[in-house]
């Protein structure tokens, strides 16, 4: 009897990209290779980086990191993109992320998805200019990673140019709720929420559409704090948690699968 083949999607959450990669970790750990992996948003973060072939150390030093998080507003000139884009776009946002698709490059280099076999990877992204949802299988994996993370009025917008399997969905629930008091971090908190809901929507049709191709669908979930906007020292703590449920998730379920 064959073994099974997986495909893993990892969905949105704010900042937990470093809880997925965890998770992806453990499953790796334990000899679970998916043939595909994808993800939007911190999900295409950690799927990405898991694709493009580095380590597992690598890929934990990266997602914990302050230099990493920094890069989605290294290159903001901070007074003037404000000016520029409340009075010269059509879509006004705070920050810009060509950094980070300049540090993941020096990561892995200039690789397209279409390149990427072993394994295959797609990403969520939406073209706000014609109100459509795209799944990237081509193209710059740095690009189409970074904008499947730019939530309108947080980032601006990026430019960005079948087989039976049982898909794996990891999620993150958030357990504290409170929002920040002062502008703008309440601004970004609320967009935070609307994204998460809109994902969640998403999700229900994508699992209706699964349903309807005859594809199994297993959701597993990690629940833990929310992380902090900049300070992150509890980016290692969320990681471990994602290898955690990883291990649980694998026991009570992987395990069986595999060993037949």
């Given at each position: 009897m064959s073994s099974p083949r997986f495909a893993i999607t990892l969905g949105a959450s704010f900042l937990g990209y470093a809880t997925h990669a965890g998770f992806l970790a453990r499953l790796h750990e334990l000899g679970i290779r998916p043939a595909r992996v994808g993800g939007s948003s911190a999900g295409a973060i950690a799927a990405g980086l898991y694709a493009a072939g580095l380590t597992q150390e690598k890929i934990r030093d990266v997602v914990t990191s302050w230099s990493f998080r920094q890069s989605f507003i290294r290159h903001t000139p901070w007074l003037r993109q404000f000016i520029a884009n409340t009075f010269r776009t059509p879509y006004p946002a705070p920050f810009k992320s060509t950094a980070t698709v300049d540090y993941l490059e020096a990561l892995f280099g200039d690789l397209q998805i279409e390149d990427l076999i072993d394994p295959s990877f797609m990403t969520a992204d939406t073209d706000i200019d014609h109100r459509q949802a795209h799944f990237l299988q081509t193209g710059s994996l740095a690009k189409a990673i970074v904008a499947s993370?730019?939530?309108?009025?947080?980032?601006?917008?990026?430019?960005h140019a079948s087989m039976m399997c049982s898909i794996i969905v990891h999620r993150i629930h958030h357990t504290t709720h409170d929002f920040p008091k002062f502008?703008?971090?309440?601004?970004?908190?609320?967009?935070?929420?609307?994204?998460?809901?809109?994902?969640?929507?998403?999700?229900?049709?994508?699992?209706?559409?699964?349903?309807?191709?005859?594809?199994?669908?297993?959701?597993?979930?990690?629940?833990?704090?929310?992380?902090?906007?900049?300070?992150?020292?509890?980016?290692?703590?969320f990681y471990e948690a994602g290898q955690e449920q990883a291990q649980r998730f694998y026991d009570s379920v992987l395990k069986q699968m595999v060993e037949g």
């Open positions: 993370t730019c939530v309108p009025t947080i980032f601006s917008p990026l430019n502008i703008p971090l309440n601004l970004f908190k609320l967009t935070a929420e609307a994204h998460g809901c809109a994902s969640e929507q998403l999700l229900q049709y994508r699992l209706k559409l699964a349903a309807m191709h005859g594809k199994k669908v297993i959701i597993t979930d990690t629940t833990h704090d929310r992380p902090a906007l900049f300070s992150g020292k509890r980016m290692p703590d």
